[in-house]
């Protein structure tokens, strides 16, 4: 049994909360929250007995042995490392940092302390993103990823209304390639490493942060298009294009719907069947923790380094700073 703490009491580590319960060598033991009211509240709902709001006293608890962190972007890097350099396992909401600066001190917190640090991104993790990996082969050589997510975010009704929500507050590192484009990117590189150059644009919106942004990644015989949004919707799906047909991807975020469209015209469902999609990373975190290991093949740290430093040169020729970017 892998006693986890959480960090943030939002809708998120709901949803994590959902899936995770599902496995049997899950136990919540502890919640951290600002205020101890908020803190006993949501231990109360989900049946944690232990709750905090000091990270420090959480860290050194020895009632848990895993931490996962779904705080606002900014904070991840300087709480994982309370937890890590306490020995506990860290599993951390994407993305990872605010940059690659805080990745580096991160990973290096990890190996430090010979604990497993792993990016919660779920999709990579997904029985339809290994079905995608499974099947590349049979659409021949890849020349071209378009991967698109855009979302219309509910907070941005609030931010026309001039109230700026997290969301859209760089004081959080955040935006729409933090919180969006980083599906996109990371599916990429697990799918085909890391890019030999980036070529990005965006919409800045007068809070600093990106409304929407589009990325295109060169290697050496493809391409990665990227589009991303958190002020507009799309309904187009993303695809894999070779040249012997292409893989078709309903959301990249929680791929459900996958098929291959060869040039013959005929259609292969490569779909599989999904338990809640947040169960996979759980799963795969506790199997590693179980196991001794301290870092996921998939969600590998290279992998979340290498995303980071995409999002980093993205930002930069975008124009967007945060100010962790100053420390």
Known sequence: MIRFGVIGTNWITDEFLKGAKEIDDFALTAVYSRTKERADEFASKHGAQYTFTDHKEMAKSNHIDAVYIASPNSFHAEQAIIYMNEGKHVLCEKPMASNAAEVKKMVEAAKANNVLLMEALKSTLLPNFKAIQENLHKIGTIR????????????????????????????????????????????????????????????????????????????????????????????????????????????????????????????????????????????????????????????????SLAVMEVMDEARKQIGIVFPADQN
């Open 144 to 303: 071209r990823f378009f991967v698109n997510f855009c979302q219309y975010s509910s907070r941005y009704d609030a931010y026309k209304q001039g109230t700026i929500l997290n969301a859209f507050n760089p004081a959080f590192s955040n935006g729409a390639l933090m919180d969006i484009g980083v599906y996109c990117i990371y599916s990429a590189i697990v799918l085909f490493g890391k890019p030999l150059s980036v070529k990005a644009n965006g919409l800045i919106l007068e809070s600093g942060v990106d409304g929407e942004g589009s990325i295109l990644m060169k290697y050496e015989d493809k391409e990665a298009v990227i589009m991303f949004s958190k002020i507009t919707d799309s309904f187009i799906p993303s695809e894999i294009q070779g040249e012997n047909g292409s893989i078709i991807i309903d959301k990249i975020d929680t791929p459900k719907n996958v098929k291959i469209h060869y040039r013959d015209g005929t259609i292969e469902d490569i779909s599989q069947p999904q338990r809640h999609s947040m169960y996979y990373e759980t799963k795969e975190f506790i199997r590693l923790i179980q196991k001794g290991e301290i870092e996921s093949s998939t969600n590998s740290l290279a992998n």
